[in-house]
């Protein structure tokens, strides 16, 4: 049975594996690159995708102190990209939480605001609200990338001990993380 499930897949295209898929996007770069063709691409060279999972929101409206955390290593990997490529022309920051305050302020329009008095325009920030837990990050990333028209693959960050997991749903959700950014000092599991 296994091996008439394959014969399928070949016939009907649908076995292509998620790898494939992105060794496929990043080479259909490489030659637009080479073409001169502008390529949106989730992560390749100067032009990567970043997720920031939501941690919480305080009653001001601020991010919660584990988000802060993740926001500052977002922003020094930002600023690091920065200094390397000279700017970040098509790079993206997706920030993603739903949970909210009394006043509701999300975790994602809290994230970004952070980000915004932090020197990053937010023009490059994506605001994603209605995500309630790491599965639904990874289902509203997998679709904002997809309707953009990106190869979907992120840089996520979140805490040390949420990491393994969230990359599973990232997959799952058809979402490769090409890299997992551990926040230093977010303890929140």
């Known amino acids: 049975m296994s091996h008439n499930r394959n014969q399928h897949r070949l016939r009907t295209g649908s076995g292509i594996t998620r790898r494939s898929a992105l060794t496929a996007g990043i080479a259909a770069c490489i030659v637009g690159a080479a073409l001169g063709a502008a390529v949106p691409v989730a992560n390749a060279g100067s032009q990567t995708t970043y997720v920031v999972l939501g941690a919480g929101v305080t009653p001001q409206g601020a991010p919660g102190p584990m988000a802060v955390f993740r926001l500052k290593a977002v922003s020094e990997e930002w600023q690091r990209a920065a200094k390397a490529n000279n700017q970040n022309p098509g790079s993206l920051i997706i920030v993603t939480g739903a949970n909210q305050n009394p006043s509701g302020v999300t975790e994602a329009r809290a994230m970004r605001n952070w980000l915004v008095t932090h020197h990053i325009s937010g023009g490059q920030i994506v605001e994603e ?37 969230a990359t599973s749903l990232f997959e799952s959700a058809g979402v490769t993380v090409v890299r997992g950014v551990k926040a230093p000092g977010d303890t929140s599991c």
Not at 132 to 149: F, V
């Open 129 to 165: 609200s209605t995500a309630g837990d790491t599965k639904q990050n990874a289902q509203r990333t997998a679709e904002i990338l997809r309707n953009r028209g990106m190869i979907p693959a992120v840089v996520l960050v979140t805490s040390g001990c949420h990491m393994a997991r």
